[in-house]
C-alpha cells in the first residue's frame, strides 16, 4: 500500500465526483488524499456537503475527510488529479494544475478536440496517449492533461470499434436516450422531465459526432487524422437515473457473412485494459443480450461494476445499403466519466506514463 500514487478529486460532491469517490476510496493503486468542491463547502466534512445519490454507502474512509477549495497549492505533491468540474471552469484551472507538474486526467469538455491533448477511451485509442510527448513539448507544461470523452461517445464508440476494426465504417446515425445524472446534481428540473422526454441537449449532438471522429481516429506522426465518416446524432433526456440508452444505424464497408458474426466480433472484443488486467477493466467491455427487450437502463447500467456496455436488438437495416441496427446502453457516470478516467489512470501508469 505504501507506494500507492496520491490522487485528488475536484468536483468531488457532484454526480460524477460521487462515483470518483466509490471508485478510489479502496483503489489498490491511487491513494485519495485531496477532496475539493464549491468554495462555499470549503473545511467542511464530506458527509456533511454531500447529497449522497447512490444506493451503495457513501464510503466510511471518506466521510469526515475535509473539502478544500480551488488552490492550486491544495494540490501539491499529489501524482494525479480527477478533475469533475462544470466545464465553465475545469479548463483554466485543470492548466494550472498541468503547469504546476501535475497529472489531469478530466471528464470536463474544453480542450478535448485540440490537437495535443489525448481524447482516450481506453480499449479503443490507448495509443493516442502518445500525444502527450506533444503536449509536453508545445506547451511546456511539466505535467499533463488527458481528457476523456463526453458520455454518449463513451458509450456509442465502445460498440463501434470492434464494427469498424471487422467490417469498415461509412456512416453512423445515433437517436439517445439519455439519463438525468447526465445533466448533474442539478441538472433537470423535476417539473420538465417528469411525464416527459426533452428532445434537446445543448451542444451535445456536436460532441458526438466530434469526439466519435477523433477518438476513433488514427495516430498519424504527432496528430490524430479524425476517422473520415459522417456521423449524425439526435440526443434526447429522458427520465430514467442512470444509463444512457442509444439507438445506433450503422452503414458498413463490408457486409457481415450473418447476424452470428456481428455478435461474435462485439462478444469478443477487448482492449489493452483487459490484456493488462487493469484494476478498473470490465472482464468483458462488451455484453450482447439475445431477449427482445434488452438492454434496459436499470437491469444492464451496473453490468461489470458499470464499466461494459450492453447492446442489443441487433438487426440488418433493410433501409440502408449493408446497413445494421442495433442498441446500446452504458452507465454515463461511470464508463461514460469517472470510471473511464480512473482506467486512463491505471492505463497511463501500467505503461510508465505516470
Ligand atoms: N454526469 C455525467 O454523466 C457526466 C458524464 C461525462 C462528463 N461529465 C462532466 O463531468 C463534470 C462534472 O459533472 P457532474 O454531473 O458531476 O456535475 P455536478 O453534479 O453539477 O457536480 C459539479 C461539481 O463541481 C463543483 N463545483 C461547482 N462549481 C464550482 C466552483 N466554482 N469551484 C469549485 N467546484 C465547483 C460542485 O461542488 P458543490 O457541490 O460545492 O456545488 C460539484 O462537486 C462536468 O464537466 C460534466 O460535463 C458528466
Redo the contacts with the bound molecule.
Sequence with gaps: MADRLKVGV?????????RFIQLLHDHPWFQLEVI??????AGMKYSE??RWIWSTPLPSSVADMR?C??SPEKFKGLDIVF?????Q??GGFEEKLAKMGLTVVS???PMRLEDDIPLVNPEINPEHLKLLEVQRRTRGWKGVIVK????TT?ILTLSLKPLLDEFGLKRVRVATMQ?L???????VYSMDIMDNIIPFIKNEEDKVRDETRKILGSLKGERVKWLDIGVSATCCRVPVLEGHLEAVFVELEEKPSDLSEVIKVLETFEGLPQKLKLPTAPDKPIIVRSEVDRPQPRLDRMAYRGMAVTVGRIRWDEATENGLKYLVLGS??IR??AGAAVLIAELMKAKGII
Design positions: 475536484l468536483g468531488a460532491t457532484g454526480l460524477v465526483g460521487q475539493s468542491a464549491s468554495a462555499e463547502k456537503a454531500t473539502l477549495k480551488l478533475s469533475a468540474l462544470p466545464s471552469i475545469a471528464n470536463a469538455s476523456n470523452p463526453n458520455c463513451a439519463a445524472s447526465g445533466a448533474g446534481y442539478r441538472g454515463n457516470t461514460g466519466a
